[in-house]
């Protein structure tokens, strides 16, 4: 079993999933989470080409958040498009990234990925709240390389 596959088991990786489903119902933000075996360059940014190739930056309010884990450096990034940076402030991103790493530490994964989708989906809500009509613009799985 590559190290991808034993980080979350299959009902963990469905709980996170339902996790992006939930928080997607209050925001028009879209939240993806990618999981790398090994990291070709750092940490951020492997995550900013990966946000790319997950057409993250396609999003037409470009409010799309990327959690990237890159299990061989211990280490994850929280990647935000532009259009979140423009109105969020700067400790919107700590306090996502505390509510990961304090899970994290204690090998809590799981929860660690739904504490922080969760609170960054209350942040979008909050800037880019859910209107009628408005539509998932990205796959919601996690993906993997």
Do not use: C
Request: charged content about 25%.
């Amino acid at each position: 079993m590559s190290k991808v596959e034993a980080f979350l088991t299959a009902n963990e990786e469905q709980e996170i999933v339902d996790a992006i489903l939930d928080v997607e119902k209050n925001t028009s933000g879209e939240i993806r989470v990618h999981i790398e075996a090994i990291t070709p360059s750092t940490p951020l940014e492997r995550a900013k080409e990966v946000f790319h190739l997950l057409k993250m930056d396609n999003t037409k309010q470009q409010n799309g958040v990327l959690i990237y884990v890159a299990l061989d450096k211990k280490e994850f990034v929280i990647y935000g498009d532009k259009g979140i940076n423009a109105v969020v402030d700067s400790n919107f991103w700590n306090s996502t990234r505390d509510k990961i790493a304090t899970q994290f530490k204690s090998s809590n994964f799981k929860q660690g990925l739904i504490n922080g989708i969760n609170e960054a989906g209350k942040v979008l809500s909050k800037y880019f709240p859910y209107t009628h009509g408005d539509s998932n613009e990205l796959d919601n799985s996690i993906s993997k390389n």
